[in-house]
């Protein structure tokens, strides 16, 4: 059994589920905080019901430092793992102090209450968006953060730098900026995976929903980029290993100073790829339609993963048909998501 107790923010979303899930296999005690904006309950009884073990959930919000003192006073907060706050890219254009509020305001309530508490040992889920529309690939950490094209990825951007800033002042930080690149995928049991409230902005979730009937046709944003078959490349990695990546950044925690590692596979695929390989391992017809390219997509672009391979011993083991019979189990068992099966029992759960 490990030392101390992992505080998980925005445990009960897509990512946080399946990392909440890895670290009680590696026997880690485990807190959930989340308020639940996009996110279910179930998704935290289900992480329970296949580790086999509980975890505390507390309803609450990252911008809330009252409930953060309260939460830090009564559990013995090892480190935490950040990943509560807002991601659709679109709606930051939309919202713009919604999302500064979220992911800058509530990062920064955070960490002044892990200050105070005397917790120094952070993990935060950054992505691939802040090495900017000019960086070459494959990215590389050694690379500067360039200029973000839309407020969610601005925030990412305040964030680390902020946390750079915090541990330069103060030797106690431990940091690890963790740089996803595109998460897929689900729990290999079917019974967790991503759950888009309304019209997904996301490749995959969108597939996912054609093939099950829930939509009738992908649109393609563009076909004329610079690539191989004119769509856009991207480092497609499975949520499953993305969440052993926080496990092992956890480890490298001891050490103090900043670690910034990118989590991808290092190989970059196209949207007709992902379409093609969909169809193969569903066996349904992914109709789909070309359109004018989205605003802000970049044409190509996948990570160097060897930092994290060498410093973590972390490296991405699951391939793209993984990835994707994966996604269409989950699909599959869970047509409406975590809505099929809701469980009311509020046993366990504390708010604040
Ligand atoms: P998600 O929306 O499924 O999970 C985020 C969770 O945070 C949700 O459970 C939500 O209810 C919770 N939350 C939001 N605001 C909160 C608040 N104020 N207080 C407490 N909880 C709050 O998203 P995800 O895909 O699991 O992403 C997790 C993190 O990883 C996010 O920070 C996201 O920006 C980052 N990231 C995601 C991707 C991706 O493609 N999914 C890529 C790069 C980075
Ligand atoms: N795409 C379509 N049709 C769709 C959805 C997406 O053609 O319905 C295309 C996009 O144009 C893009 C590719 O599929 O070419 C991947 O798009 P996603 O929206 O799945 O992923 P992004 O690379 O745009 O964005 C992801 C995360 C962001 C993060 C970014 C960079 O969602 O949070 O990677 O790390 F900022």
């Known amino acids: 059994m490990q030392q101390g107790k992992i505080l998980v923010t925005g445990g009960a979303g897509y990512i946080g589920s399946h990392t909440t899930l890895v670290l009680l296999e590696a026997g880690y005690e485990v807190v959930v905080l989340d308020n639940l904006v996009n996110a279910s309950q179930e998704a935290l009884r289900r992480v329970q019901d296949i580790a086999g073990r509980s975890l505390t959930f507390i309803e609450g919000d990252i911008r809330n430092r009252a409930c953060l003192d309260q939460l830090f006073d009564e559990h013995d907060i090892h480190a935490v793992i950040h990943f509560a706050g807002l991601k659709a890219v679109g709606e930051s254009v939309a919202r713009p102090l919604a999302y500064y509020d979220t992911n800058v305001n509530g990062s920064l309530t955070l960490c002044q209450a892990m200050q105070q508490a005397g917790v120094f040992r952070f993990v935060f889920s950054s992505s691939a968006t802040v090495y900017g529309p000019d960086a070459p690939v494959p990215y590389r950490e050694t690379m500067s953060r360039g200029r973000t094209s839309n407020p969610y990825g601005t925030s990412k951007s305040m964030v680390e730098q902020s946390l750079e800033d915090l541990v330069h002042s103060d030797g106690r930080w431990s940091v690890a900026l963790l740089r996803y690149f595109n998460p897929i995928g689900a729990h290999p049991s079917g019974r967790l995976g991503e759950d888009p409230q309304g019209i997904p902005n996301n490749l995959l979730p969108f597939i996912a929903q054609v093939a099950v009937?829930?939509?009738?046709?992908?649109?393609?944003?563009?076909?004329?980029?610079?690539?191989?078959?004119?769509?856009?490349?991207?480092?497609?990695?499975?949520?499953?290993?993305?969440?052993?990546?926080?496990?092992?950044?956890?480890?490298?925690?001891?050490?103090?100073?900043?670690?910034?590692?990118?989590?991808?596979?290092?190989?970059?695929?196209?949207?007709?790829?992902?379409?093609?390989?969909?169809?193969?391992?569903?066996?349904?017809?992914?109709?789909?339609?070309?359109?004018?390219?989205?605003?802000?997509?970049?044409?190509?672009?996948?990570?160097?993963?060897?930092?994290?391979?060498?410093?973590?011993?972390?490296?991405?083991?699951?391939?793209?048909?993984e990835m994707i019979a994966d996604t269409w189990r989950w699909q599959r068992q869970n047509p409406r998501g975590y809505c099929s099966e809701i469980n009311t029992t509020t046993q366990g759960i504390s708010q604040c």
């Open 213 to 321: 009937g829930r939509r009738q046709m992908l649109t393609v944003f563009g076909n004329d980029y610079a690539t191989e078959d004119g769509t856009c490349v991207r480092d497609y990695l499975h949520v499953m290993d993305l969440a052993e990546g926080h496990v092992s950044a956890l480890g490298r925690l001891p050490l103090p100073g900043i670690h910034v590692y990118n989590l991808g596979t290092g190989q970059g695929l196209s949207v007709l790829q992902m379409v093609e390989a969909f169809e193969r391992i569903s066996e349904r017809p992914i109709p789909y339609q070309f359109a004018p390219r989205r605003k802000g997509d970049l044409a190509a672009f996948w990570a160097d993963p060897h930092k994290a391979e060498q410093e973590l011993g972390w490296q991405a083991r699951r391939g793209l048909d």
